[in-house]
């Protein structure tokens, strides 16, 4: 059985009404994990494209049926050779914590050289 974690629910209700109030057409989730964040934006943003960055491939039939449109089979690092991906709002919901700090900074410098618009963050720290 596979470990989903647990995510405190503290701003998920903010969450809803910063990306509403974005309405993007495209959400990346990195670490997507248990599909947290799909099921909490898919009714809210019905026509934004759901996109979950996953590793552990036993969360996959989950996230399918949480909704994500497409789950992307790698680590974080591993969105750097795929530079070409823009996303509207990019979500790190309880999973930068998990990094070492320069894994941490260089996804964030990644993510801030125009790979997205805006990005969400929460942390259980």
């Keep these: 059985m596979a470990h989903i974690g647990y995510s405190w629910p503290t701003f998920d209700v903010l969450t809803q009404e910063i990306v509403r109030a974005i309405d993007p057409r495209r959400i990346l989730d990195i670490g997507a994990g248990g599909g947290k964040y799909g099921a909490l934006l898919k ?32 680590t974080a690092d591993g969105l750097y050779k795929q530079s070409s991906d823009l996303y509207d709002v990019v979500i790190l919901g309880d999973v930068i914590e998990h990094m070492l700090h320069s894994q941490g900074r260089d996804l964030l410098e990644f993510l801030n050289c125009k790979r997205s618009k805006y990005h969400v963050y929460q942390s259980a720290l």
């Design 43 to 74: 009714d809210i943003v019905p026509r934004c494209e759901l996109t979950a960055l996953e590793c552990d491939e036993a969360a996959f039939p989950g996230l399918r049926e949480t909704g994500y449109h497409q789950i992307l089979p790698i």
